[in-house]
Protein backbone atom coordinates (compact mmCIF):
# COMPACT_ATOMS: atom_id res chain seq x y z
CA UNK A 1 0.00 0.00 0.00
CA UNK A 2 1.50 3.67 -0.90
CA UNK A 3 2.45 5.89 1.64
CA UNK A 4 -0.84 8.39 2.97
CA UNK A 5 0.31 11.29 5.18
CA UNK A 6 0.74 15.08 5.43
CA UNK A 7 3.01 16.23 7.75
CA UNK A 8 5.67 19.33 8.34
CA UNK A 9 9.28 17.98 7.86
CA UNK A 10 12.86 19.92 7.69
CA UNK A 11 13.94 20.18 3.97
CA UNK A 12 17.61 21.37 4.07
CA UNK A 13 17.22 23.60 6.81
CA UNK A 14 13.99 24.71 5.44
CA UNK A 15 10.40 24.10 7.14
CA UNK A 16 7.95 22.66 4.64
CA UNK A 17 5.41 20.52 4.02
CA UNK A 18 5.36 16.97 2.64
CA UNK A 19 1.73 15.38 1.38
CA UNK A 20 1.91 11.41 0.47
CA UNK A 21 -1.33 9.92 -1.29
CA UNK A 22 -1.51 7.34 -3.67
CA UNK A 23 0.96 7.19 -6.60
CA UNK A 24 1.84 11.06 -5.91
CA UNK A 25 4.18 13.09 -3.86
CA UNK A 26 4.71 16.29 -3.16
CA UNK A 27 6.91 18.94 -1.38
CA UNK A 28 5.39 21.85 -0.55
CA UNK A 29 7.89 25.00 0.60
CA UNK A 30 5.83 28.07 3.24
CA UNK A 31 8.73 30.51 2.76
CA UNK A 32 8.47 30.75 -0.93
CA UNK A 33 4.94 31.48 -1.96
CA UNK A 34 4.11 27.94 -0.44
CA UNK A 35 5.25 26.72 -3.51
CA UNK A 36 5.15 23.16 -4.79
CA UNK A 37 8.56 22.37 -5.24
CA UNK A 38 8.49 19.01 -5.97
CA UNK A 39 5.69 16.81 -7.07
CA UNK A 40 6.52 12.93 -8.32
CA UNK A 41 4.36 9.93 -9.91
CA UNK A 42 5.95 7.59 -7.90
CA UNK A 43 4.30 4.84 -9.47
CA UNK A 44 4.83 5.51 -13.43
CA UNK A 45 8.61 7.45 -12.80
CA UNK A 46 7.32 10.64 -13.48
CA UNK A 47 9.44 13.97 -11.92
CA UNK A 48 6.55 16.69 -13.11
CA UNK A 49 8.09 19.89 -11.82
CA UNK A 50 11.62 21.39 -12.15
CA UNK A 51 13.26 19.84 -9.27
CA UNK A 52 16.84 18.79 -7.91
CA UNK A 53 17.55 16.86 -4.82
CA UNK A 54 21.47 17.87 -5.29
CA UNK A 55 20.36 21.46 -5.06
CA UNK A 56 20.45 23.87 -2.14
CA UNK A 57 17.60 25.67 -0.77
CA UNK A 58 19.34 28.66 -2.21
CA UNK A 59 18.66 27.77 -5.40
CA UNK A 60 15.12 27.72 -5.50
CA UNK A 61 14.67 31.02 -3.58
CA UNK A 62 17.01 32.87 -5.65
CA UNK A 63 14.76 31.91 -8.50
CA UNK A 64 11.41 30.72 -7.51
CA UNK A 65 9.68 31.99 -11.07
CA UNK A 66 11.19 28.65 -12.57
CA UNK A 67 11.18 25.93 -10.42
CA UNK A 68 7.99 24.19 -8.99
CA UNK A 69 4.40 25.43 -8.77
CA UNK A 70 4.87 29.54 -8.07
CA UNK A 71 1.59 31.47 -8.57
CA UNK A 72 1.73 34.91 -9.19
CA UNK A 73 -0.24 37.86 -7.88
CA UNK A 74 0.25 39.48 -10.40
CA UNK A 75 0.61 37.42 -13.52
CA UNK A 76 3.29 38.49 -15.89
CA UNK A 77 3.95 42.23 -16.56
CA UNK A 78 2.10 45.57 -15.61
CA UNK A 79 3.32 48.21 -17.85
CA UNK A 80 5.64 51.26 -15.74
CA UNK A 81 4.44 49.32 -13.02
CA UNK A 82 0.87 50.99 -13.36
CA UNK A 83 -2.46 49.36 -12.07
CA UNK A 84 -6.07 51.03 -12.89
CA UNK A 85 -8.65 49.88 -11.01
CA UNK A 86 -12.31 50.95 -11.27
CA UNK A 87 -11.77 53.06 -8.53
CA UNK A 88 -8.41 53.56 -7.70
CA UNK A 89 -4.28 54.29 -9.65
CA UNK A 90 -1.32 52.93 -8.26
CA UNK A 91 2.29 52.49 -9.63
CA UNK A 92 4.13 49.43 -8.49
CA UNK A 93 7.78 49.65 -8.75
CA UNK A 94 10.13 48.18 -11.79
CA UNK A 95 11.81 44.95 -11.49
CA UNK A 96 12.45 44.55 -14.77
CA UNK A 97 14.88 47.17 -16.43
CA UNK A 98 16.43 48.13 -19.97
CA UNK A 99 14.16 47.94 -22.28
CA UNK A 100 11.20 46.55 -20.65
CA UNK A 101 10.67 48.69 -17.50
CA UNK A 102 7.47 46.54 -16.14
CA UNK A 103 6.48 45.60 -13.19
CA UNK A 104 6.64 41.56 -13.59
CA UNK A 105 5.95 38.58 -11.68
CA UNK A 106 3.97 40.48 -8.71
CA UNK A 107 5.28 40.04 -5.43
CA UNK A 108 3.56 37.21 -3.24
CA UNK A 109 5.51 34.22 -4.46
CA UNK A 110 8.49 35.36 -2.48
CA UNK A 111 5.91 36.01 1.21
CA UNK A 112 6.51 33.85 3.85
CA UNK A 113 2.53 31.53 4.07
CA UNK A 114 1.25 30.13 7.25
CA UNK A 115 0.47 26.95 7.42
CA UNK A 116 -3.46 26.85 9.05
CA UNK A 117 -3.81 23.12 8.78
CA UNK A 118 -2.90 19.58 7.56
CA UNK A 119 -5.61 16.83 7.20
CA UNK A 120 -5.73 13.46 5.54
CA UNK A 121 -9.33 12.32 5.06
CA UNK A 122 -10.70 9.44 2.63
CA UNK A 123 -7.87 9.14 0.14
CA UNK A 124 -6.84 12.84 -0.25
CA UNK A 125 -3.92 14.67 1.67
CA UNK A 126 -4.18 17.88 2.18
CA UNK A 127 -2.66 21.27 3.23
CA UNK A 128 -4.21 24.69 3.73
CA UNK A 129 -1.86 27.85 3.43
CA UNK A 130 -2.73 31.72 4.42
CA UNK A 131 -1.25 35.01 3.87
CA UNK A 132 -2.42 38.62 4.99
CA UNK A 133 -1.36 41.22 2.95
CA UNK A 134 -1.69 44.70 5.12
CA UNK A 135 0.66 47.57 6.04
CA UNK A 136 3.10 44.67 7.53
CA UNK A 137 4.57 44.35 3.86
CA UNK A 138 6.90 46.48 1.94
CA UNK A 139 4.67 46.66 -1.14
CA UNK A 140 1.42 47.87 0.77
CA UNK A 141 3.23 51.55 0.63
CA UNK A 142 2.35 51.24 -3.45
CA UNK A 143 -0.64 49.13 -3.17
CA UNK A 144 -2.46 49.68 0.19
CA UNK A 145 -5.57 47.47 -0.24
CA UNK A 146 -5.11 45.07 2.11
CA UNK A 147 -6.30 41.40 1.58
CA UNK A 148 -6.25 37.15 2.83
CA UNK A 149 -4.66 34.93 0.54
CA UNK A 150 -5.83 31.62 0.97
CA UNK A 151 -3.83 28.30 -1.29
CA UNK A 152 -5.39 25.10 -0.56
CA UNK A 153 -3.61 21.72 -2.36
CA UNK A 154 -5.07 18.40 -2.31
CA UNK A 155 -2.96 15.30 -3.21
CA UNK A 156 -4.69 12.00 -4.21
CA UNK A 157 -6.35 9.93 -7.16
CA UNK A 158 -6.94 12.86 -9.02
CA UNK A 159 -3.62 14.69 -8.92
CA UNK A 160 -2.51 17.46 -7.64
CA UNK A 161 -5.59 20.48 -7.24
CA UNK A 162 -4.81 24.26 -6.23
CA UNK A 163 -7.87 26.37 -4.96
CA UNK A 164 -6.16 29.76 -4.63
CA UNK A 165 -8.73 32.30 -3.03
CA UNK A 166 -8.42 36.07 -2.55
CA UNK A 167 -10.22 38.00 -0.34
CA UNK A 168 -10.82 41.62 0.03
CA UNK A 169 -10.49 43.02 3.12
CA UNK A 170 -10.52 46.55 2.01
CA UNK A 171 -13.05 49.10 1.55
CA UNK A 172 -12.06 49.25 -2.63
CA UNK A 173 -12.55 47.16 -5.47
CA UNK A 174 -9.27 44.83 -5.23
CA UNK A 175 -8.17 43.24 -9.12
CA UNK A 176 -7.92 39.96 -9.67
CA UNK A 177 -4.83 38.96 -11.45
CA UNK A 178 -3.39 35.59 -10.61
CA UNK A 179 -1.49 33.21 -13.05
CA UNK A 180 1.17 30.60 -12.87
CA UNK A 181 4.73 30.68 -13.81
CA UNK A 182 4.47 26.61 -14.14
CA UNK A 183 8.08 25.04 -14.21
CA UNK A 184 7.47 21.58 -15.97
CA UNK A 185 11.11 19.22 -15.80
CA UNK A 186 12.51 18.22 -19.28
CA UNK A 187 12.79 15.24 -19.41
CA UNK A 188 9.73 14.48 -16.85
CA UNK A 189 10.42 11.20 -17.63
CA UNK A 190 12.67 8.99 -15.03
CA UNK A 191 15.35 8.03 -17.72
CA UNK A 192 13.49 9.91 -20.55
CA UNK A 193 14.87 13.19 -23.36
CA UNK A 194 13.92 16.40 -23.85
CA UNK A 195 14.15 15.12 -27.71
CA UNK A 196 10.89 13.18 -26.92
CA UNK A 197 8.50 15.57 -25.10
CA UNK A 198 5.65 16.87 -27.00
CA UNK A 199 2.66 19.58 -26.20
CA UNK A 200 -1.16 19.62 -26.79
CA UNK A 201 -2.56 22.78 -26.40
CA UNK A 202 -6.13 24.18 -27.42
CA UNK A 203 -5.77 27.29 -28.68
CA UNK A 204 -7.73 30.51 -29.92
CA UNK A 205 -5.83 33.34 -30.93
CA UNK A 206 -2.29 34.71 -30.87
CA UNK A 207 -1.97 37.76 -28.42
CA UNK A 208 0.68 40.14 -30.53
CA UNK A 209 3.02 41.93 -28.29
CA UNK A 210 5.53 44.53 -28.32
CA UNK A 211 8.59 44.27 -28.01
CA UNK A 212 8.53 44.73 -23.68
CA UNK A 213 6.73 42.08 -23.41
CA UNK A 214 2.97 44.32 -23.55
CA UNK A 215 -0.22 43.33 -25.69
CA UNK A 216 -0.75 45.88 -28.72
CA UNK A 217 -4.73 45.12 -28.37
CA UNK A 218 -4.97 42.95 -32.15
CA UNK A 219 -5.57 39.22 -31.56
CA UNK A 220 -4.17 37.50 -34.42
CA UNK A 221 -5.53 34.64 -36.36
CA UNK A 222 -2.90 31.24 -35.62
CA UNK A 223 -0.12 30.72 -37.89
CA UNK A 224 1.47 27.68 -39.24
CA UNK A 225 3.96 27.51 -35.99
CA UNK A 226 0.83 28.45 -33.81
CA UNK A 227 -1.73 25.41 -35.12
CA UNK A 228 1.02 22.83 -33.93
CA UNK A 229 -0.13 23.35 -30.55
CA UNK A 230 -3.42 22.18 -31.61
CA UNK A 231 -2.06 18.90 -33.11
CA UNK A 232 0.63 18.45 -30.31
CA UNK A 233 3.73 18.81 -32.75
CA UNK A 234 5.65 21.72 -31.09
CA UNK A 235 8.54 20.15 -28.34
CA UNK A 236 8.65 22.58 -25.80
CA UNK A 237 11.50 21.67 -24.11
CA UNK A 238 14.09 22.18 -27.11
CA UNK A 239 12.11 24.49 -29.87
CA UNK A 240 12.87 28.29 -29.31
CA UNK A 241 9.80 29.51 -27.33
CA UNK A 242 9.69 33.11 -25.93
CA UNK A 243 6.36 34.55 -24.38
CA UNK A 244 4.08 33.04 -27.27
CA UNK A 245 0.75 33.85 -25.94
CA UNK A 246 -2.83 32.52 -26.53
CA UNK A 247 -6.41 32.72 -25.58
CA UNK A 248 -7.14 29.52 -24.38
CA UNK A 249 -10.32 27.18 -25.87
CA UNK A 250 -11.99 24.02 -24.63
CA UNK A 251 -10.09 20.80 -26.08
CA UNK A 252 -10.56 16.79 -26.06
CA UNK A 253 -9.11 14.55 -23.58
CA UNK A 254 -10.37 11.21 -23.96
CA UNK A 255 -13.43 12.23 -25.66
CA UNK A 256 -14.31 14.60 -23.03
CA UNK A 257 -14.45 18.64 -22.75
CA UNK A 258 -10.69 19.85 -21.20
CA UNK A 259 -9.94 22.69 -20.30
CA UNK A 260 -6.01 22.85 -20.07
CA UNK A 261 -3.17 21.13 -22.20
CA UNK A 262 -1.62 17.60 -22.48
CA UNK A 263 2.51 16.76 -22.25
CA UNK A 264 3.36 13.62 -23.44
CA UNK A 265 6.62 11.91 -23.49
CA UNK A 266 5.68 10.20 -27.08
CA UNK A 267 8.80 7.37 -26.17
CA UNK A 268 6.71 6.15 -22.95
CA UNK A 269 3.37 6.91 -23.79
CA UNK A 270 3.16 8.72 -20.49
CA UNK A 271 1.10 12.44 -20.33
CA UNK A 272 0.89 15.62 -17.99
CA UNK A 273 -2.40 16.61 -17.69
CA UNK A 274 -2.58 20.43 -16.67
CA UNK A 275 -6.14 21.73 -16.07
CA UNK A 276 -7.53 24.57 -15.49
CA UNK A 277 -10.69 26.27 -14.22
CA UNK A 278 -12.49 29.27 -16.87
CA UNK A 279 -10.30 31.88 -14.24
CA UNK A 280 -7.77 31.55 -16.85
CA UNK A 281 -8.98 32.08 -19.72
CA UNK A 282 -5.23 32.40 -21.62
CA UNK A 283 -2.00 30.64 -22.13
CA UNK A 284 1.61 31.85 -22.39
CA UNK A 285 4.36 29.52 -22.81
CA UNK A 286 8.39 30.44 -22.47
CA UNK A 287 11.18 28.39 -22.32
CA UNK A 288 14.12 30.84 -22.12
CA UNK A 289 15.38 29.84 -25.38
CA UNK A 290 14.84 25.90 -25.24
CA UNK A 291 17.21 23.10 -23.63
CA UNK A 292 17.31 24.70 -20.32
CA UNK A 293 16.33 21.07 -19.01
CA UNK A 294 12.39 22.69 -17.98
CA UNK A 295 9.80 24.81 -19.90
CA UNK A 296 6.86 27.13 -18.32
CA UNK A 297 3.30 26.50 -19.76
CA UNK A 298 1.86 29.50 -18.15
CA UNK A 299 -2.16 29.71 -17.50
CA UNK A 300 -3.18 33.38 -16.75
CA UNK A 301 -6.47 34.79 -15.62
CA UNK A 302 -5.87 38.42 -17.30
CA UNK A 303 -3.93 39.66 -20.47
CA UNK A 304 -0.64 41.08 -19.46
CA UNK A 305 -0.99 44.30 -18.34
CA UNK A 306 -4.84 43.79 -18.90
CA UNK A 307 -5.48 46.85 -15.53
CA UNK A 308 -3.89 49.44 -18.35
CA UNK A 309 -5.88 48.33 -21.66
CA UNK A 310 -8.50 49.74 -23.63
CA UNK A 311 -10.21 47.10 -24.72
CA UNK A 312 -13.64 45.56 -22.83
CA UNK A 313 -12.99 43.32 -19.76
CA UNK A 314 -14.42 40.61 -21.38
CA UNK A 315 -11.40 40.74 -23.73
CA UNK A 316 -9.02 41.24 -21.41
CA UNK A 317 -9.95 38.99 -18.40
CA UNK A 318 -9.51 42.01 -16.61
CA UNK A 319 -11.78 41.15 -12.74
CA UNK A 320 -12.67 42.88 -9.63
CA UNK A 321 -13.17 41.29 -6.40
CA UNK A 322 -15.74 43.61 -4.39
CA UNK A 323 -15.15 44.77 -0.87
CA UNK A 324 -15.48 41.83 1.81
CA UNK A 325 -16.19 39.42 -1.00
CA UNK A 326 -13.80 36.50 -2.67
CA UNK A 327 -13.16 34.56 -5.76
CA UNK A 328 -11.49 31.47 -6.04
CA UNK A 329 -9.16 30.22 -8.74
CA UNK A 330 -8.82 26.53 -9.45
CA UNK A 331 -6.22 24.09 -11.36
CA UNK A 332 -5.32 20.08 -11.49
CA UNK A 333 -2.25 18.02 -12.58
CA UNK A 334 -2.53 14.52 -13.10
CA UNK A 335 -0.99 11.94 -15.14
CA UNK A 336 -1.75 9.65 -17.80
CA UNK A 337 0.20 6.04 -19.35
Not at 57 to 74: A, I, R
Not at 189 to 195: A, K, M, Q
Not at 263 to 272: A, L, V
Not at 318 to 326: A, G, L, V
Given at each position: ??????????????????????N??A???????A?V???????????????????P??????????????????P?????????????E?E??????????NC??G?????????V??S??????????E????????M??????????E???????????Q???????????????V??H?S????F???????N????A??G?R??????????????????????????D?????????????????????G??????V??????????C?????????????N?R??K???????????????????????TG?????????V??Y?????K?
Open positions: MADFFAKEIDYKGEKCVELSAGFYLICPAMGNLRLRDNARGMEIFRFDENEMETYKNSPEVYGFPTLYFNRLSHGKLKTSDGYLPCNEGFPFFLHFLHKREYNLRLTEGDIAAAKFYIYDDNDEFQYFPLPFRLIVYTLGVKGLEFYTIFNMSDKMLPFGGSTIKAPVDGGSPDIRIYPIKIEITRRCIPTGRMLPLGDHDKRYLSGVNPATEFIDNEFYTAEYGDLDLQFHGLIEDTESGKSIYETGEEYPFWIFWNGNGFFCPEPMSWLIDAPNMELPDEVYREIEPKNFTAQRIFTG
